[in-house]
Structures are given as C-alpha cells and as structure tokens.
C-alpha cells in the first residue's frame, strides 16, 4: 500500500489557556496589565489574536481578572477574532498557578495539546507557536520556548541587612542557560496531572512537569515574545507595533 493511500493523520486540535488575572504591579497603578492598550487595543486582545492566528488552535480559554470576567467577555464580542475558533472566559485566582488550574478546568474534551500563555506576551508571532505545537505533536510531553541570555546570571544570598549588598554564592555558564518565555506547551493529560499533583511554587507550567520527572524541551523563543513587566517594556511593546504596521500596513 503506497502511502497515498493511508488516510490523512487527524488535524491538530489544540486549546489555549491565557492567564490575564494578574494585577501587574511592577507596571505601576492603573487598569489590570491585560486590560491595558497597546496601539489602542487591549494587551489581551493581541495575546488571544497571537494564539488564535495558530490554524491548530481551535478554543481559547482566557483567565481574566477576578472581578473582570464579564468586562473581559466583553471586550471579545467587540474585537475581530478568527471564526474558526471558540472562547471561553473564566474568572481566574490569587496566583498564576491557581488562575492556569481554573483555565484547565474549564477546558471540553477534544483537545489533546495544551497551549498556556501570559496575557503579557501580547506579541508573540504566530510561528513561534506553531513551532511549539509541532514539538508536542512529535512527542514531547512538555516544550517550552526560549533564548539565551544576554546578562551573565549570578545566584546571590539574601543580604545581611535589608537593602545591603547581597553575596553572589555563584556563576552559572550562561551559554547553557535560557530564558524561557510562552507559550509553553503540553500533552492533555500530563499537564493536567502536573497540575493536579505539585504543590510546590513554580514560576512556569514545564516547572511542574520538570517535577514529575518528565524531559522538557526546548525550542527556539523569539524576541518579540517578551513579557510586558516593567513601564519601559511598553515602550518596546508599542516600537514592535508601530515597526509591524510599518512593513506590513497591518
Ligand atoms: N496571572 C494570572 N493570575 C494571577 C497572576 C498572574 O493569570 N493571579 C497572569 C498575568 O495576568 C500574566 C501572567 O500570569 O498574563 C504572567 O504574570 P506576570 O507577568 O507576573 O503578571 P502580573 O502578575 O499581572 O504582574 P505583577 O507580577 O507585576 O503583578
Ligand atoms: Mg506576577
């Protein structure tokens, strides 16, 4: 039997969960960071249209702020998203890890790759994520984008005095480090488990499956994947808008 006539492998069916509830803080006072404009448009707008430019993404789980489920609903019905996929808004928790865990709950059955990834990427290109589709896809439990570091890291003690100088106890080789950003993605079932099991405080989702002894692996990340954070990161997110509709008219 040639291979022409197998029948052609199952399209992907993957979902999205987007943890938007985080107040961002280190942003400074004002709306919660999801909520904020970039270009005029919602920080969580681009994150749910970045994700569901994916063709493999067929439902978008968003996480919004506690109190913000309803406005978040929302601001989905008034923007232009892609009709091939389907919305859910959850009202999410007191940390990231708790507010993915409501995002997973609310997910149907039928989707075998889990995506999850920040509100606070909001540029994320969309080939960055296929790619990180296509390595769940191969097999890997667990994927994660990344890229090395710029800065040499050092691991310090806390200081003596509050505000003192802090001793740095090590160096690691930084060509073997990575900063990782998302989204991260998963098999179903093993991220569930990841969730269900470690209670250990983690900063990212792979960091719980690390835990269950599960090999991660990485894939190359993409600069304009960063993390809205700090109030100069808004400045570089709206300079990647304007630089995008400059060469693209978009
Ligand atoms: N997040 C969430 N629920 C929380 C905390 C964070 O869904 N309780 C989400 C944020 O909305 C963000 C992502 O997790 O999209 C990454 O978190 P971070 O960048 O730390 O955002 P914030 O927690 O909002 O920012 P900050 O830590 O400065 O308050
Ligand atoms: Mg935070």
Known sequence: MSDDSLPAPPPVRAA?????AGRGVRLGPGAPKALRTLGGTPMLIHAVRALAASRAVSLVVVVAPPDGAAEVKSLL???ALPD????VVVPGGETRQESVKLGLDALPPGHDIVLVHDAARPLVPVDTVDAVIEAVREGAPAVVPALPLADTVKEVEPAAVPGGPEPVVATPERARLRAVQTPQGFDRATLVRAHETVTDEVTDDAGMVERLGLTVVVVPGHEEAFKVTRPLDLVLAEAVLA????????
Request: charged letters at 35%.
């Open 77 to 79: 019905d008034a923007h």
């Open 16 to 20: 999205a969960v987007i943890p938007a």
């Open 243 to 250: 630089r995008r509709r400059l060469n693209d008219g978009f």
């Open 84 to 87: 091939r996929t389907d919305f």
